[in-house]
């Protein structure tokens, strides 16, 4: 079983920057792809960021791109996500997300793709 820990989110002004945090126990980290997802109210939960165990893959939805960077660091367990240049849309929960397995390029959007999920950080961007 896998644990994940979000952590870093709070109430920023547009043009802020926040970066999340989220910190896996339990199992290796290190193989697992990992993934950014959001859910504003009355929305579904939407695709954000993904990357590979490896790195060598990064995904974004076209909403945050050129804003957003993923990152992880596999001897801290943990996987980033900086957002910069937010907006009030940007506002959201934020659940970081982990597969059990994957290729060194594995980096998938589906929800359905993702084994284990953390409680999530709320977001919000006000205007």
């Known amino acids: 079983q896998v644990q994940l820990v979000e952590s870093g989110g709070g109430l920023v002004q547009a043009g802020g920057s926040l970066r999340l945090s989220c910190a896996a126990s339990g199992r290796p980290f290190s193989n697992y792809p990992m993934g950014w997802f959001r859910q504003a109210p009355g929305k579904e939960r939407e695709f954000v960021a993904a990357?590979?165990?490896?790195?060598?893959?990064?995904d974004y939805a076209d909403s945050v791109k050129g804003r957003f960077t993923i990152s992880r660091d596999n001897f801290k367990n943990t996987v980033y996500l900086q957002m910069n240049s937010l907006k009030p849309e940007d506002t959201a929960v934020y659940y970081c997300?982990?597969?059990?397995?994957?290729?060194?390029?594995?980096?998938?959007?589906?929800?359905?793709?993702?084994?284990?999920w953390g409680q999530g950080t709320q977001v919000t961007v006000s205007s």
């Open positions: 990357i590979s165990w490896s790195a060598n893959n990064i």
């Open positions: 997300a982990a597969i059990k397995t994957g290729g060194s390029l594995y980096a998938p959007r589906g929800l359905r793709n993702y084994d284990y």
